[in-house]
Structure formats: C-alpha cells, structure tokens
C-alpha cells in the first residue's frame, strides 16, 4: 500500500475518531511510528490551529513524553546515572529534558540558517538552558559520551516532529553547522522561534500529568525557571499579542507555575519533615538512653544498700547462733548464698550498663 493512500485512510480515520482514539487504532496494526510520521507536521501547527483544542495538544505531549521515555529506556541511559531516583522517574525526567534539548537544537538550527549567527543575550542564554539545562540537574550527564548518546537518542527518536518548517529534522541538525550558507537576518525569525518555545513549553506546563508528581521535582523546576528565561526573551523583543489572549494565557501559565512551584515545595518540605523525624528519633534514644542508665543506677544501688545490710544481719545471727549452734550455723549459710546471689546480680547489672 502507497504511503499517499495510507495517509489518505489515517485522515479518514482522524474524521471520525479523536486524534488519541485514531492513533490507538493504528498502533494496533503497528503503524504508530507511519502515523506519528503523517501527523508530525499537524502536531509542530498545534500553536496555530485553534481547532486542535486542548485535547489534541495534551495528546502530543504525552505522545512525545512516552516515545522519549521508550527510547530512553531501551538505550539504558539512565544507567549512566548514580542518583537516588528510581528508574522510572529518570526516565521521565530524562524524556522531559530530552524534549527541549531536541527544540533547542532545533531553533538554534532555525535561527542560524536565517542569519542569526551571533544571538542577543537573553535569547542565547535561554536557547542553551534548553540544550544544556538537563546538566544542572544531573551532572553526571556532562561526561561527554553521555550526553553525546543522550543527545543522539532524543534527537532521533523526534525525528517524526518538524518544529520548524523547512528545516532539516533533528536527527540530521547535529552535523549540520558546517557549510553554513550567510544570509541577512530576519528580524521575524527571533519573534516566530520564542512562539514555538513558548507554545511548547506551555503545553507542557499546562498538560504533562508527569510533573503533577512530587518525584518528578527536577523536570518541574526546569520547566519553571526556563518559562521563567523565555518570558524575559519575549519582553526583551516587545512581543506584544492580542490583549485578552496574553492574559487569559499568562494566568493559566502562572497557576501551573505555581503548581509546579507547590510541587517543589512539597518535596522541600517533606525531606524538612523527615530531617525533623530524625531528630526526634535521635532525641527519644538519648532520653530512653538516660532512663535506662538512671534504672540501672538505682537498682545498682539498691543491690548495694541490700549487701551492706548483710554483715549486720550477719552479727545478729552469730550472737544468736552461741544459743543455738545448729540453728545459726544453717541461717549463716543461708545468708551467705543471699549475699553471693546478690553480688552476682550486682556484677551481671554493671555488664549490662556498660554494654
């Protein structure tokens, strides 16, 4: 079958079907890698056709969060990485970061290839928080066969999304900064790459179910502080849009930013919590520690009192034992044994204490 009659049946298909119904349906042929190639370039439009809804972007998201943590999985990236994360949370937070290293590789490409060679600050400064930001919070990731396999891994496997039209796809971009044609800049290109970033790293913010997740703090506070980065980019530029949409925007933005924010709060607030159970723990061994030692004083000097008493007891029964030979001679053996009994006790008592 043609792959124009084969795009033909996936349109139909999108007709009558959502866009996550339809891939389900292909996917169970084991067309989902064509599908996404078909529907790539619809997905890179999301920002653009207001008819897609938020169903459609929420779909692409987790789309592309899914085949990234696949891909991921499969090469066992994370095994390069020592932390206290589970695999599973690497993995996402690695199918995030991934994302954006795939986007901004891809506006970088975009950017130069219309003449911006040398970038203003704000805008070069966030485009290399996309490429690079994973490393802040992963080190380990900077070792250069790491993220070199990293890099390669994201890339290719978002081979099927075109974030910009007419460039070449991520895969290819990673050697594609020689033999660079110079070309005049385009004062719209900067305005039309931050519309793209921002689309995206909206999208994430507002439909990624992953960063809703206290474990996923890592990618949650890369998405805040970069939107962060890309709102001082667009002012830089004066990019002003429609009023009413840059507010209704902006507040939706703002409450998933903060949501983001609660959820880094949480997890601050929860090693606080553990921190304080600890210290707790440690403060009732020492009061226990203390109780157990002031028993063990006062039986020890129970024990004392009680042996000190014996030779009075002792005295008594040999003045009574000169009436009474045969009778005080068993009453001294029997507090004999008493005295022995309790020196023992005595001794067995300070071995404990000082165990």
Not at 22 to 50: M, N, S, W
Request: hydrophobic fraction near 40%.
């Amino acid at each position: 079958m043609s792959t124009e009659i084969t795009g033909n049946l996936k349109d139909m298909l999108v007709d009558v079907l959502s866009i996550s119904r339809a891939y389900d349906t292909i996917k169970y042929v084991g067309l989902h890698r064509e599908f996404l190639v078909h529907f790539g370039p619809q997905a890179a439009a999301c920002g653009e056709k207001v008819e897609q809804g938020s169903e459609g972007v929420a779909f692409w998201v987790n789309i592309a969060q899914r085949q990234l943590q696949q891909a991921i999985d499969k090469e066992r990236i994370w095994s390069r990485l020592t932390t206290s994360e589970s695999i599973e949370v690497l993995e996402k937070d690695l199918a995030i970061f991934g994302f954006f290293v795939a986007l901004g590789r891809s506006t970088q490409s975009f950017l130069s290839a219309n003449g911006f060679n040398t970038l203003d600050d704000p805008i070069e400064d966030f485009i290399r928080y996309l490429i690079g930001g994973s490393i802040l919070y992963y080190p380990q990731l900077s070792s250069i066969s790491s993220y070199q396999l990293y890099v390669e891994v994201v890339c290719e496997e978002l081979g099927w999304l075109p974030f910009y039209p007419g460039i070449i796809s991520t895969t290819k971009q990673l050697h594609m900064h020689k033999n660079k044609q110079e070309c005049p800049p385009n004062d719209e290109v900067a305005p039309q790459a931050l519309d793209v970033c921002s689309h995206w790293m909206e999208s994430f913010i507002k439909y990624s179910t992953w960063l809703e997740s206290p474990s996923n703090v890592k990618a949650a506070k890369f998405l805040s502080k970069g939107h962060k980065k890309l709102v001082e980019c667009m002012e830089e530029l004066g990019m002003i849009k429609d009023k009413t949409l840059e507010v209704n925007t902006k507040e939706s933005v703002e409450r998933q930013r903060s949501t983001l924010h609660s959820t880094a709060k949480v997890s601050d607030s929860f090693n606080e919590a553990l921190k304080k159970v600890e210290e707790a723990m440690l403060r009732l061994e020492n009061l226990l520690q203390e109780l157990y030692v002031s028993k063990a004083e006062f039986l020890e000097a129970s024990f004392r009192a009680k042996a000190d008493s014996l030779p009075q007891d002792l005295v008594i029964m040999d003045k009574g034992a000169r009436y009474r030979d045969d009778v005080g001679v068993v009453q001294m053996v029997q507090v004999q044994k008493k005295r022995n009994i309790i020196e023992k006790s005595l001794g067995k008592l300070k071995e404990i204490g000082t165990v």
